[in-house]
């Protein structure tokens, strides 16, 4: 019986502890989630809900917005959380017009307790004068990471440094959370740095070795979880996957939020003890990782959408229409209003951002392109043929189904500002050969599809044929020009035609060719076959003086569209995008040598030379093995003799 009773006592006390434990396991679980990560990235300024179209409900939906935001933040920060954002908060949208004046995107996310920040490729825009008077007007702001940045020692760079370090930037921080300390540094990759065009006399650092330099730091200074704000990016490709190869390369680091890219990682990719995180662009998602302080293990990890449904926070709400307010004073000037109606569309036309890798034809490109011919018309009262060019890493948005607002136009052309302080990239008419428009079509297909996805290119009234037989940079069959009858013919390769871009593009493009050694290096003249020195020179004008800005264009296109009910209703041309890229999928040994390029003709050439030496090498070879045979039967007949 004594037995019976200790045995039964066990089997109560063995249950006992089992319940316990498992009830504090899950006690353990809801109640301490270790390190908790909140963050963003490539916010660009997207203060305000926008609408997107769900492709499998067909639906609009609203979606972002930083009222939004901050209540979902709320929602989900503890104790023990850590908010941060990897760049490019600033950029994207009509609130680009207070940057210098109102610093709206940094204050914002300062409103919001954000611990950290750094700067991205877009926060440098509008030029160092421009981003220190953006730092020196912000309300408050959370510390801003200088990464790999480096200071110049110009009394503008100087300027720079000394507003960046007034709103309390630093290059490392440790913030304690839960009883841990949480070591943040930041880095900028080198495909950002590439795309900043006036760093004035500031420079990046290698990112490898300053990532390096600020974990040892970090960890001296007692950092037991490692954090770093990247703004360089995932790609496909893993030797351009420049997070993943900073993740291999630089021991110690924890976690990296992955910025500039746009990714979505539904999953984190994990390397080298290292989880990399990214959560898209334009506050779409928030991301959340929790992690264990003292295995670095994930405890969890979501994309918590931010919908028209998510919490909102009603002083930041109140702050928002409070900069409204001074963007429609800015917009005055124009007669226009941000949430102005310009326009309807029975269909959506696909944002450039949700298939950006692909290369393609695409609708909003071809609008955009259609837009700056058209707005040049107005601008010179000069109907002739005339072609437009325009670039996938300008446009930034697509445009959605329903009623469409001057904010809408705007971030479909969102960047850029030019010497006269005005909101956008002003449109330059220029001219081209004919076999300049050819190369041009072949940075398309070789830079823009292999090497740099952001120079893929559309084209108003020019299309192109192309093999992937042939190789890079020799991948154009042909290029052709539109009639006024509407088929198109061969462009004649010593004829100038004249050519509508923005100011950005046309700067851009002698450097993208330089990327291939000149092998494609483009020329630009004026009417009279002049080279362009300065393509400031060629900016167009608007009737009262001031320059024709893209975002114009785009506006007064979309304006003068046929009207239904009262409102211009965009044209269903636009619906599908025009086929101008053409795949020609036959092999043809005519066809692989038609048009050959400079390029390719010198690769031909090295190729024959290779041939004609090899075969001279083989036909040496034999010769000697022959010699030595003879030779060899010859002293055997002797021999035998």
């Excluded at 990759?189 to 900043?196: E, H, N, P, R």
């Excluded at 030797?239 to 190869?245: L, N, R, T």
């Excluded at 539109?482 to 871009?501: M, Q």
Aim: aromatic fraction near 10%; hydrophobic fraction near 35%.
């Amino acid at each position: 019986m004594k037995k019976l009773l200790q045995s039964f006592a066990a089997i109560v006390l063995t249950l006992t502890s089992s319940l316990s434990t498992k009830v504090f396991a899950e006690e353990s679980t809801q109640d301490n989630t270790g390190v908790r990560i909140l963050f963003t990235h490539d916010l660009h300024d997207h203060i305000d809900p926008y609408k997107i179209t769900n492709t499998e409900t067909n639906q609009t939906e609203v979606i972002g917005g930083y009222a939004a935001l901050a209540g979902t933040i709320n929602s989900y920060r503890t104790e023990n959380t850590v908010l941060v954002d990897a760049g490019d908060f600033s950029m994207g949208t009509l609130y680009n017009s207070l940057f210098e004046d109102y610093a709206p995107d940094l204050s914002l996310l300062a409103m919001m307790g954000y611990d950290a920040t750094t700067f991205g490729n877009h926060e440098f825009d509008y030029g160092i004068d421009s981003i220190t008077k953006m730092l020196q007007s912000a309300s408050q702001a959370p510390t801003i990471l200088s990464g790999n940045l480096v200071f110049g020692d110009d009394e503008q760079s100087q300027a720079f440094q000394q507003a960046w370090s007034d709103k309390g930037g630093t290059d490392t921080k440790i913030i304690e959370r839960g009883g841990y300390k949480i070591g943040i540094f930041a880095v900028m990759g080198k495909d950002s740095i590439d795309y900043i065009a006036t760093p004035g006399n500031n420079h990046f650092s290698d990112q490898i070795e300053s990532a390096k330099a600020s974990v040892k730091k970090l960890k001296s200074e007692g950092a037991q979880i490692i954090l770093c704000l990247s703004h360089s990016g995932t790609n496909e490709n893993p030797k351009q996957s420049e997070d993943e190869i900073l993740a291999q390369k630089v021991d110690g680091i924890d976690v990296i939020i992955s910025g500039h890219t746009h990714t979505v990682l539904q999953e984190p990719i994990y390397h080298n003890h290292t989880w990399i995180v990214s959560a898209g662009s334009f506050g779409k998602y928030l991301g959340m990782l929790d992690i264990n302080p003292e295995t670095k293990e994930k405890i969890d990890y979501q994309l918590i959408p931010i919908t028209a449904d998510s919490p909102v926070d009603s002083n930041i709400q109140a702050q928002i229409q409070e900069y409204k307010g001074y963007v429609n004073q800015y917009l005055a000037q124009s007669e226009y209003s941000m949430d102005q109606v310009i326009a309807h569309s029975n269909f959506a036309i696909q944002d450039i951002n949700e298939d950006y890798t692909s290369f393609n034809d695409n609708a909003i490109g071809d609008l955009v392109a259609d837009a700056y011919v058209y707005a040049s018309r107005l601008s010179t009262k000069d109907t002739s043929f005339t072609i437009g060019l325009t670039a996938k890493g300008i446009i930034r948005s697509g445009l959605p189904q329903g009623d469409i607002t001057l904010s809408d136009i705007y971030d479909v052309s969102s960047l850029g500002k030019d010497s006269d302080g005005l909101l956008g990239y002003p449109l330059i008419r220029v001219y081209l050969k004919g076999s300049d428009l050819m190369k041009v079509a072949e940075l398309d297909r070789s830079i823009g599809k292999s090497m740099m996805v952001d120079g893929q290119l559309y084209f108003s009234d020019m299309q192109y044929q192309y093999s992937d037989y042939r190789f890079f940079l020799n991948h154009v069959i042909s290029t052709e020009i539109r009639t006024n009858a509407g088929f198109y013919i061969p462009l004649d390769e010593d004829k100038l035609y004249p050519v509508i871009t923005n100011l950005y593009i046309a700067n851009m493009l002698p450097t993208i060719g330089k990327r291939t050694m000149n092998q494609l290096e483009i020329h630009t003249y004026d009417a009279s076959g002049h080279l362009i020195d300065n393509f400031n020179d060629m900016i167009l004008y608007n009737a009262d003086g001031t320059e024709l800005k893209e975002w114009q264009a785009v506006t007064r296109y979309i304006s003068d569209m046929d009207r239904v009910n009262g409102i211009p209703e965009i044209s269903s041309e636009y619906q599908v995008a025009r086929h101008q890229k053409i795949a020609d999928t036959k092999f043809s040994f005519i066809r692989f040598f038609k048009n050959t390029s400079a390029f390719g003709y010198r690769v031909y050439v090295f190729g024959f030379i290779a041939i004609v030496v090899l075969f001279a090498i083989i036909r040496l070879i034999i010769f000697f093995i022959a010699k030595r045979y003879m030779k060899k039967t010859g002293n055997q007949a002797d021999e035998s003799e």
